[in-house]
């Protein structure tokens, strides 16, 4: 069957589980876990309602999702003049190369202690998204 | 009577079998940690988007009059109607969550190379629309937040070379925001975005069964 093509990597079979119930289990008590959760912020945060849209009120300050805030107020620190670089080009060149990854990071050398430069970019491009989000939170 | 319909689908289908081999007795390797659970977190945030939102779009009405005044029967009057909407938000904010968890531990564990690279390439564009859900979805309450955040990402698009005015009056039905906007997104939001999302979500899910999980390092 087609199981065994992440057994070749190191060729032996034994270090194998069945998904049930081993790994599904573990992928159960995960699940309930988070969806316990979300319905525990469900019922003791309810959700509020704004004020309904007003065309007219352009003095109202807006503020995206957390998930958006980081382009949001890298939008906001560059000058209008280089607008282009939050808007097209950082999300063009950073999904391109997200999703090139595996063709630059291409040896087969998985252990991430010997990737030092994909880690160390990894861990750079995190702590900037993060540090724009936290900033774009408190500081705007 | 019942026995024998089940037993004849079996043999035309084979579901059970297929159960059996393909789900339940799947290998997969062992010492798999909790990382490795961030992936199927992610799909369980989105099958309770898909429950909570086909839920909504009973009650939702996608226009500018009333838009509103729906979200806000749902949220205060429809009974459960804070739940539903209340698990879809967090659900919402959870899947970026574990999406981003999922593709930290794949680069860490290296598990994006060969023979998985396109394993990774899906995944990478079903974030890409995950946003774009998020980026409609906020819109639907139709509140003030929510106009005038998609007053500023709307126009995004523009600087892109030669077509991106077309992207910006595509998205927004017009030269401002308004009840084609609206009508837009919601489209976007309940009908474009799943359809392409259950695709490449298919692809993913095939791909991982073909090749199975990375080995823990």
């Known amino acids: 069957m087609q199981d065994?093509?992440?057994a070749p990597e190191n060729g032996d079979t034994e270090k194998q589980m069945i998904f049930f119930p081993n790994f599904l289990?573990?992928?159960?008590?995960a699940a309930i876990i988070v969806f316990a959760g979300i319905v525990a912020l469900a019922v003791f945060i309810p959700m509020a309602m704004g004020d309904p849209a007003d065309p007219s009120a352009s003095a109202f300050k807006p503020k995206p999702e957390w998930y958006f805030m980081s382009a949001f107020y890298?939008?906001?620190?560059?000058?209008?003049s280089i607008e282009i670089v939050p808007t097209i080009i950082g999300p063009a060149v950073g999904g391109a190369l997200l999703m090139l990854m595996p063709f630059i990071d291409k040896h087969p050398e998985r252990s991430p202690k010997k990737r030092p430069i994909a880690m160390i970019l990894t861990a750079v491009i995190t702590v900037s998204?993060?540090?724009?989000?936290?900033?774009?939170?408190?500081l705007d | 009577m019942f026995g024998k319909i089940i037993d004849l689908l079996e043999e035309r289908f084979t579901f059970k079998k297929s159960l059996q081999e393909d789900v339940f007795e799947h290998k997969v390797p062992n010492k798999l940690n909790f990382t490795f659970c961030f992936g199927g977190l992610t799909f369980l945030m989105f099958l309770l988007l898909v429950a909570t939102g086909i839920a909504m779009l009973f009650f939702y009405v996608p226009t500018v009059d009333h838009a509103f005044t729906?979200?806000?029967?749902?949220t205060f009057d429809l009974p459960m109607g804070n739940v539903i909407r209340g698990v879809h938000h967090w659900s919402a904010n959870g899947i970026i969550v574990f999406i981003c968890l999922h593709m930290l531990r794949v680069v860490v564990y290296g598990a994006y190379?060969?023979?998985r690279e396109f394993h990774w390439i899906s995944g990478v564009l079903l974030f890409a629309v995950t946003l774009g859900f998020g980026f409609t979805g906020y819109l639907l309450p139709w509140d003030q937040k929510a106009y005038w955040a998609t007053n500023v990402g709307v126009l995004m698009p523009k600087g892109v070379p030669f077509i991106g005015d077309h992207i910006v009056s595509f998205l927004m039905g017009g030269s401002n925001i308004g009840a084609l906007t609206l009508s837009r997104f919601f489209a976007l939001h309940i009908a474009v975005l799943p359809l392409i999302t259950a695709v490449f979500l298919l692809a993913h899910f095939l791909m991982i069964r073909r090749t199975g999980?990375?080995?823990p390092l």
């Open chain 1, 25 to 29: 289990f573990l992928e159960a008590i």
């Open chain 2, 70 to 74: 729906s979200v806000e029967y749902i």
């Open chain 2, 213 to 215: 999980v990375a080995r």
């Open chain 1, 74 to 80: 890298l939008l906001k620190l560059c000058p209008s």
């Open chain 1, 4 to 6: 065994d093509v992440s």
């Open chain 1, 129 to 138: 998204v993060v540090g724009l989000t936290v900033a774009g939170i408190y």
């Open chain 2, 113 to 115: 190379k060969n023979p």
